[in-house]
């Protein structure tokens, strides 16, 4: 069952619950596989939500998605027999006030996403607790939430995605998931820093978020997080924490100087670039001014990282890739391939749309 209201329907809203009453009513499986509710919440539809959602857990529900739209506040309330669903594989809700107080009791719950809540550590450690096969968690503009504790074994990927820090200064999110493989940081945050205490069995990581405005001590929240992910195999870094990371290091330098700068940080920050065997560089610029940057790491790491195996150069879905010949790209290739590399296995893949074709 799926059912979805534009915003700034709400004069329908009426015939819509008549309507969604009616699919109810005439509904005569024994079992609902999945519930699917998108919709501006007014007060008039709490209670039929309600009834619908206890509908659907009393038919064994497995897949329930609820995204709700305010003006204002947030005045949805996920009913309390929504947290003692044994049926439920998968849960998402946005924009609903997702309070827990009781015990949950989601024992076949395997991929929890929740959007623009407020949320608390207590809360956090009773939905966890509560859901022993849970393999994928994403919190997503969440406020509230201090320090996460994954213990189960069974969770295999963490999405932090725009986390709220809240207004107050100094405000850390603590992860602590010593047997989480894939953990991803994303969006755009303010105000706070992420901590990793126990990570040691990642073998995938994602640092691809962003701090509104620049600040000191930024260059030390990417660098504690790379200290902390040295280990793994499969790191991804987008541009501010790129950017950040050479903004820091370069405080220490008198001059960048491509390669010279890569060799200056060789044992610093970047110790762990030395283990990578798969590099992939997304949209680099559209003139060779714009690969200088790009040139002098992957330069750098070919006479240096003694395991790399390829760099891929993927200008296939980049917006640039369409206004300009592909004669800088072209140039970046010959230049690394005519560079000296220390692992004699590694390749350059260039990935372009040539009028219009698949890459190759």
Known sequence: MSFSLPPGSSQKSKGFINFVDSVVSRCTAIKAKRFLFDAPCLASMQSSLDRWLQFAIEHGIEEVSVSLHYRRHKVYVLPRILFCCTTLV???????????????????????????????????????????????????????????????????????????????????????????????????????????????????????????????????????????????????????????????????????AGEEFWNFVKWRIYQCLMHLRHVEIVDGGASLLAWEPVLSLLKFLLQNALLLDKIVIDSTNSKSSQAFEPSPLLEVARILLSHPKCSPSAKVILRYPFQGRPSV
């Open 90 to 256: 998968s849960l998402r809700v946005s924009q609903c006030c997702f309070s827990v107080f009781g015990t949950v009791n989601w024992c076949s719950l395997k991929t929890l996403r929740i959007e623009h809540a407020e949320l608390n550590d207590d809360g956090m450690v009773r939905v966890l607790s509560g859901s022993p096969v849970l393999e994928f968690l994403e919190l997503k503009s969440c406020l509230g939430v201090k320090h996460i504790v994954i213990e189960s074994k069974s969770c295999k990927e963490l999405v932090i995605d725009s986390h709220e820090f809240g207004d107050d200064e100094g405000l850390t999110l603590k992860i602590s998931a010593p047997h989480l493989l894939k953990l991803r940081l994303l969006g755009n945050s303010q105000g706070g820093e992420f901590r990793l205490d126990e990570v040691a069995s990642l073998i995938e990581a994602e640092l691809n978020f962003d701090m509104e405005g620049f600040a000191a001590d930024d260059g030390d929240l990417v660098r504690g997080l790379l200290k902390r992910l040295h280990h793994v195999p499969k790191l991804v870094m987008g541009n501010w924490c790129l950017q950040i990371g050479l903004k820091a290091e370069r405080a220490g330098c008198c001059l960048f």
